[in-house]
């Protein structure tokens, strides 16, 4: 059975680095997207962005110049970085695999979860 | 304020069919762009539940069940049991954001 573990630190405060990092156990590592994705009462569900072996990241234009997603395939990990964190960053952050096809793109198996808070 | 339009809440009592219904615009479902739908209980990991509109993942009981129409989408449960309490979240693709979106979430109460 496909399980995703996740962990990093849960407060921070404004202007630092939120570093999350999430593994895989089971299933293949190379063949599929991995994503991150938070959920906060004011924005819902919110996309953070996507990667894949062999292929660049793709990002949400409203973190894009703070983000960064990436990939090691040897420790079937993928991370997730948000510098100059605020206030509205504060979120329960989720990895998931992902599915992409012609007409979707959906999630199949996702972590439980990171909350984070951002507070001076 | 999230892309996809869901109602905050629904309730029905064990055994009765409940619908939940998604609606979107012709930037996102009314697209060939599927839906997809999720259960989520706080503090565990979200389930999906549906994938392309209306396909269930192995393991999921044939209880639930989705649909797309137009701009539109709706995830059906009957024979509602009381373990299906939880909160349940459409999401899709959106052609003008290029990236995907969900629905604010409802929650079901079973009486």
């Known amino acids: 059975q496909v399980q995703m573990q996740q962990w990093g630190a849960g407060r921070l405060r404004p202007s630092e680095t939120l570093s999350l990092t999430c593994s895989l156990y089971g299933g293949s590592f190379t063949e599929n997207w991995w994503t991150w994705i938070r959920q906060s009462p004011e924005k819902g569900l919110e996309w953070i962005g996507e990667?894949?072996?062999?292929?660049?990241?793709n990002y949400n234009p409203s973190v894009k110049s703070r983000v960064t997603i990436s990939l090691d395939t040897s420790k079937r990990q993928f991370s997730l970085k948000l510098t100059s964190v605020i206030a509205a960053d504060a979120a329960v952050y989720y990895c998931?695999?992902?599915?992409?096809?012609?007409?979707?793109?959906?999630?199949?198996?996702w972590g439980t979860g990171t909350t984070v808070t951002v507070s001076s | 304020q999230s892309v996809l339009t869901q109602p905050p809440s629904v309730s029905g009592a064990p055994g009765q069919r409940v619908t939940i219904p998604c609606t979107g615009t012709g930037s996102n479902i009314g697209t060939s762009y599927d839906v997809h739908w999720y259960q989520h209980l706080p503090g565990t990991a979200p389930k999906l539940l549906i994938f392309?509109?209306?396909v269930r993942p192995s393991g999921v009981p044939d209880r639930f069940s989705g649909s797309k129409s137009g701009t539109s989408a709706s995830l059906t449960i009957t024979g509602l049991r009381p373990e299906d309490e939880a909160f349940y979240y459409c999401q899709s693709h959106d052609n003008s954001l290029s990236y995907l979106v969900f629905g604010g979430g409802t929650k079901l109460t079973v009486l």
């Open positions: 990667i894949k072996q062999s292929r660049s990241a």
């Open positions: 392309g509109s209306d």
């Open positions: 998931a695999r992902a599915h992409k096809y012609t007409q979707g793109y959906y999630m199949d198996v």
